[in-house]
Nanobody, 125 residues
Framework: EVQLVESGGGLVQAGGSLNLSCTAF????????IGWYRQAPGKARQRVASTDYGQGGTTDYVGSVKGRFTLSRDRAKNMVYLQMNNLKPEDTAVYYC?????????????????WGQGTQVTVSS
């Protein structure tokens, strides 16, 4: 079965860190652009970070997380990560990873072929 599975969410105090993981089953992430999105209650899904497919591409972050979040890939494990440091209460949301075949860091939300089920991140003040 083709799917993406996120893990690593949880409850953390402001200033803390979490490392979200996203594992692909049934396909290789090498041919896919990756996006991390989040959705807070009552708000639209927001792109947090995204990267081109292939190696050596561009990784881009939304302004509010630049310098705090890092997207990375582990090609051997067919996984991607979102390292989140210095978390703030406004980072509270459900976080999703998504994969877009032969896509790019500027793929839109409608371009993504696969989505994970989401993992909850809650940051207390």
């Amino acid at each position: 079965e083709v799917q993406l599975v996120e893990s690593g969410g949880g409850l953390v105090q402001a200033g803390g860190s979490l490392n979200l993981s996203c594992t692909a089953f049934g396909f290789s992430l090498d041919d896919y652009a990756i996006g991390w999105y989040r959705q807070a209650p009552g708000k639209a899904r927001q792109r947090v970070a995204s990267t081109d497919y292939g190696q050596g591409g561009t990784t881009d972050y939304v302004g509010s997380v630049k310098g705090r979040f890092t997207l990375s890939r582990d090609r051997a494990k067919n996984m991607v990560y979102l390292q989140m440091n210095n978390l703030k209460p406004e980072d509270t949301a459900v976080y999703y990873c998504a994969a877009d075949w032969r896509g790019s860091f500027y793929s839109s939300v409608d371009d993504y072929d696969f989505w994970g089920q989401g993992t909850q991140v809650t940051v207390s003040s």
